[in-house]
């Protein structure tokens, strides 16, 4: 399978890695210091307590004859249609948008071209130090890699995931799943923003407390929108005890998991969550 990783950050080097290493075709586009690294260093990661480098070519332009099988779209969210412009002269035939948004599928394909969308999540987390990368993927039980059913093509995905030990899901509507994946890691996040020590906010039992009120209003408004829950266990915030929502939250703020997964992403994309903060609540105020 030959593709494309379009963003070179945590997330794109990590599934560049991964599916690499499974015997895949990969090529990843990069840019500034981060290209630099690429070219002198090639994509170096931690694995196992190993330092190891991943057979990928590096590019830092796209041609408009370059065909990939699929195109894996790893950037910001704020970055999101500045990169579909520029992928819209590509031939390629098939975008995975492993992006946080709220927007709806046709508005982007009205940028990159009918069709070409195949919306999908990440689960993964982690870092860099100094310019090797340190990332994982989230356990299967809490977050597989998500894909959107659309016309087939996400079997074909989920089988290329499969193959390099990725694990994933398929649901019938991304959009959906993105709204209730926001329910609950926009307050996450804002519980960092108002800690008066981010590392250690899992410490602070009023905060945590507030942060599952919010969830668990959130997933009680997203419902009553007329939304069916995805994945369904997000339910269990709708009726769980605030009580018990915030001594779990808390500890998970206090865990590995929550600094790999939570905590570093919260701290190195403000920007990018204060604006899906937004556009969450705005979601929610315009379906009220």
């Not at 339910?235 to 500890?251: E, H, K, T």
Request: proline fraction near 4%.
């Amino acid at each position: 399978m030959k593709v494309l990783v379009y963003g070179a950050g945590v997330i794109g080097s990590l599934y560049g890695a991964l599916l690499a290493e499974a015997g895949n075709d990969v090529t990843v586009y990069a840019r500034g210091k981060r290209l630099e690294c690429l070219q002198i260093q090639g994509l170096r990661y931690m694995e196992n307590k190993q330092i190891k480098t991943a057979p990928v070519t590096v590019i830092s332009r796209l041609e408009p004859t370059d065909r990939y099988d699929f195109i894996f779209l790893t950037v910001r969210e704020n970055q999101l249609l500045t990169a579909l412009s520029e992928l819209r002269e590509n031939i390629s035939s098939t975008i995975v948008t492993m992006v946080n948004s709220l927007d709806t599928y046709d508005k982007w394909e009205a940028v990159c071209g009918k069709g070409r969308v195949l919306p999908a999540f990440p689960g993964a987390g982690g870092g860099f130090e100094g310019d090797l990368l340190n990332a994982a993927l989230t356990p299967r039980f809490i977050q597989p890699t998500t894909i959107g059913k659309t016309d087939g093509r996400e079997k074909t995905l989920a089988a290329v995931f499969r193959k390099a030990g990725i694990p994933c899901q398929i649901v019938n509507d991304m959009h959906v799943w993105q709204i209730c994946h926001l329910a609950m890691v926009v307050p996450i996040a804002d519980a960092y923003y108002e800690a008066a020590d981010p590392a250690n906010a899992g410490e602070d039992h009023v905060l945590m407390k507030q942060t599952a009120s919010q969830i668990k209003k959130n997933f009680r408004d997203v419902s009553r929108m007329g939304f069916k829950l995805s994945p369904a266990k997000m339910n269990l915030f709708r009726f769980l005890p605030v009580s018990l929502i915030g001594a779990v939250l808390g500890g998970v703020f206090k865990s590995s998991f929550g600094d790999t997964f939570m905590y570093r992403h919260s701290m190195k994309a403000p920007d990018e969550m204060r604006r899906l903060h937004e556009q969450f609540y705005g979601f929610i105020a315009d379906h009220r």
